[in-house]
């Protein structure tokens, strides 16, 4: 953490304690603990109306919010005060570093960077990770791709072609089995000491993957369908771990199709940030560079400065 990120932490800290005593005297109706002063917490993990909160001294909380406050999620600050029966109840939210929607549903707060987990079975397809990639580029977080069960594919050369067009535009890939233990030790170097959020369809081995990474933990896992190659959505709460060397792992549950994000025209295009060099030297202002006449875009394909499954999934994802 930065000597800056800790001076506004602090900073919203004492604010936050503030606004918190205010509400403690504004509201009586709620049996507070009377010996109980406001602390902060981080929220591991919401189950409906219910959060799961960790006091700064390890303690966890199940708390409740108060009604006037925003909704929290996995990763987010609040304050909160324990009551009689050692429950809580979250009278503030700490602003955000930043956070992750999808479909308008936020899914964490305060994320160093995102892990994009896809796998040899289920297949990977590049238009699912290229909705990833425009949901991450959209929210300003840094995405990171990995692939799982790389022990299963019987062409791993072209696995390595498919990814490379993603490095060279700029995004790391971890080639990795978690089954027979390949990548991991490389992978666990890079994530030390931030917070990570794990996302991708479900079946292709993010709770195990966090298994490895945290060997103490023991996240439930499920076996795919044999005949679709499908997962069976395990997890069921985004929830945080720490990782014991510093750094967090946030767990999250995958994505049923029916639930993938409605992207604008405007946000697709931001999400391909290797046409951004040119989409500002077509010939008309609102090219949409699909068959209009002078289109750097198109251009740039024809040179090879734009990969053909890129372009390719551009179409689909705007048509
Ligand atoms: N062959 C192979 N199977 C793996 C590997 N990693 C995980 N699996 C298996 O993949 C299946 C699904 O793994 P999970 O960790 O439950 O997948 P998930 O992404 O967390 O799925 P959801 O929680 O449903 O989103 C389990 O049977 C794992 O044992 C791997 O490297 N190779
Ligand atoms: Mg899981
Ligand atoms: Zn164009």
Not at 24 to 42: C, I, M, P, V
Not at 236 to 241: F, H, I, R
Request: glycine content about 6%; charged content about 20%.
């Amino acid at each position: 953490m930065s000597l800056t990120r800790r001076q506004k932490w602090r900073f919203e800290k004492i604010q936050a304690e503030r606004i918190a005593r205010s509400n403690k005297a504004a509201d009586n109706s709620q049996d507070l603990d009377s010996n109980a002063s406001a602390q902060t917490g981080l929220v591991i993990t919401r189950y409906g109306q219910h959060l799961l909160v960790e006091s700064n001294l390890g303690n966890l909380v199940q708390c409740t919010a108060r009604r006037n406050i925003d909704l929290s999620v996995a990763g987010d600050q609040v304050i909160f005060q324990t009551t009689d029966n050692n429950k809580g109840i979250v009278t503030a939210l700490l602003d955000r570093d930043n956070s992750l929607k999808r479909s308008n549903k936020l899914i964490a707060a305060n994320i160093d960077e995102l892990c994009l987990v896809v796998a040899i079975e289920p297949h990977y397809q590049f238009d699912l990770i290229d909705r990833y990639l425009i949901v991450a580029e959209n929210q300003n977080l840094p995405i990171r791709l990995i692939v799982n069960k790389i022990e299963l594919s019987n062409n791993i050369k072209q696995v390595k072609s498919d990814f490379a067009m993603y490095e060279a535009i700029g995004y790391p890939v971890s080639y990795l089995s978690v089954r027979t233990q390949i990548g991991i030790a490389v992978l666990q170097a890079q994530l030390n000491n931030k917070t990570q959020l794990f996302l991708g369809q479900s079946g292709v081995g993010k709770s195990s993957l966090i298994n490895q990474l945290i060997p103490e933990l023991n996240l439930r896992v499920n076996e795919i369908s044999t005949k679709s190659k499908l997962g069976k959505h395990t997890t069921t709460n985004t929830t945080l771990y720490h990782i014991p060397s510093g750094g967090d792992l946030i767990d999250s549950p995958g994505v049923r199709e029916f639930h993938l994000d409605n992207l604008s025209d405007k946000e697709i295009l931001s999400g391909f940030k290797e046409f951004k060099a040119f989409v500002n030297q077509c010939k008309f202002r609102n090219c949409a560079h699909i068959n209009e006449p002078n289109c750097a875009v198109k251009n740039a394909l024809e040179a090879g400065n734009i990969h053909p499954k890129r372009y390719a999934s551009y179409l689909t994802l705007i048509t």
